[in-house]
């Protein structure tokens, strides 16, 4: 095995590649008898490189086949193409053949390097495999491992490396456990700042401080410190002890509305808005939240009814869509009573998931600063924020990455999750879908 490494560390140096201390996990491992080997990565940590990187030293080495699986080909892509600036740009003499379009190279010494879609199981079928590398594993779905992949590696006994982000405690955790216990498993974690090129200044990089001010513990967690992280139970770090108090209207600052329509339960909040040392604060002032069958022309009055000078309103994106038999929709019915309802409609924004992980950052970042106040008044905000809670996990159920939809205290988190989006948008923040 110490052989084997010195050797690679010449490989590694003639590619001019330098591997920093997270990568060196991946590339030279302490369990001689592993075949499978679980890296989990925080963003930026190069895993796209160290994993082309050490699909070069086996394209090195005679009678080896290789796949790249990435979740798509474009993903795949990115592995593939570091192979081929290594290994085929100025090496033509050692090529039989090499192809960008088809992904696809064989070396004179009868070595194969092939790139793979986990959205394209028909692909997936071939002869033996010496190395495969699954790229952003967690997101790849466990029956791509179980039923195309994994039998791949039988008849040669290759070797599998899972590189990814977690998702959360899925079927990739299961793996990485077993890491602990299974001599023919290794496992390893590295959060981004084991990149100290990209971070010379570990956790107080300015990149990682301005990460933690913009994201929610779990999720900074998660996306930088590669640990797996739980988003079972309560949605929102929400404490009423911390986060309710006095705060009433003020003329003097801005003032928004956000609407979730409906004529069985809809809500309303009217927020404030203001900086304290550089940082935006919002206070929510009032609500409508609670009440039940209220017509969209009645629901309009109510909020013109109140006293407040709104400079934007802001609603669901479902009230473009055309309802009954009216044949137009919320947003259309408001803006012919004089209420012109913004709404933010961008990838991003639909995912009810992005939108929680926002409002999250708000409620508490991952520093432990708050952000959002209630008004004393906004009784039904604060017992839906103590309310909003993921379903629970079942036995042999894959677990839904959604807040439970219970028809009563997911309308007032829809409104505030709204406010939040079309105000702040994620497109302006670091904010990515992360699964529970």
């Known amino acids: 095995m110490q052989h084997l490494n010195n050797y690679k560390k010449k490989w590694f140096n003639y590619l001019d590649y330098s591997p920093h201390e997270g990568q060196n996990k991946l590339h030279f491992p302490t369990k001689k008898s592993a075949r499978f080997f679980v890296m989990i990565c925080g963003r930026r940590f190069g895993k796209t490189t160290a994993s082309a990187m050490e699909a070069t030293f086996y394209a090195s080495q005679p009678n080896q086949r290789i796949w790249l699986v990435g979740l798509s080909y474009d993903k795949a892509d990115l592995m593939f193409r570091e192979v081929w600036d290594k290994m085929v740009k100025g090496h033509q003499n050692d090529i039989i053949k090499a192809s960008e379009k088809e992904r696809y190279i064989k070396f004179k010494w009868d070595t194969v390097v092939e790139a793979k879609s986990a959205d394209n199981p028909d692909s997936l079928v071939g002869e033996g495999l010496d190395l495969l590398i699954i790229d952003e594993a967690a997101k790849v779905r466990p029956r791509i491992w179980d039923m195309y992949l994994s039998p791949t590696l039988s008849d040669r006994k290759g070797k599998a490396i899972f590189i990814s982000t977690p998702e959360g405690f899925n079927w990739l955790y299961d793996l990485y456990l077993l890491g602990k216990s299974d001599e023919l498993w290794e496992s390893h974690q590295a959060p981004s700042w084991d990149n100290s090129f990209a971070f010379p200044n570990s956790k107080d ?125 919320d947003i259309e019915i408001f803006r012919k009573k004089g209420i012109n309802v913004r709404t933010i409609t961008d990838k991003a924004s639909r995912s009810i998931t992005a939108g929680v992980n926002h409002v999250r950052s708000f409620i508490e970042n991952a520093n432990g600063e708050r952000y959002l106040h209630l008004n004393n008044n906004c009784i039904g905000m604060a017992e839906d924020l103590e309310s909003y809670r993921y379903p629970e996990a079942q036995d042999n159920k894959p677990l839904k990455q959604e807040p439970l939809k219970d028809g009563y205290h997911d309308h007032g988190c829809d409104q505030l999750r709204y406010f939040f989006i079309n105000h702040f948008p994620i497109k302006n923040r670091e904010i990515k879908v992360r699964k529970r």
């Open 205 to 329: 990089d300015r990149f990682l401080v301005e990460r933690k001010r913009n994201m929610s513990k779990e999720l900074f967690d998660q996306e930088y410190g590669a640990q797996f992280t739980s988003f079972e139970g309560r949605v929102y770090p929400f404490d009423r002890n911390i986060d309710v108090g006095y705060y009433p209207y003020n003329p003097h600052l801005p003032t928004f509305c956000s609407i979730d329509f409906g004529y069985r339960m809809p809500s309303v909040g009217w927020y404030q808005t203001y900086r304290v040392n550089g940082e935006w604060h919002i206070n929510m002032i009032d609500e409508i939240i609670h009440q039940t069958n209220i017509k969209t022309d009645e629901l309009v009055s109510m909020i013109k009814s109140k006293p407040y000078n709104v400079m934007r309103y802001y609603g669901d994106p479902a009230g473009l869509q055309a309802q009954g038999q009216s044949g137009v929709g």
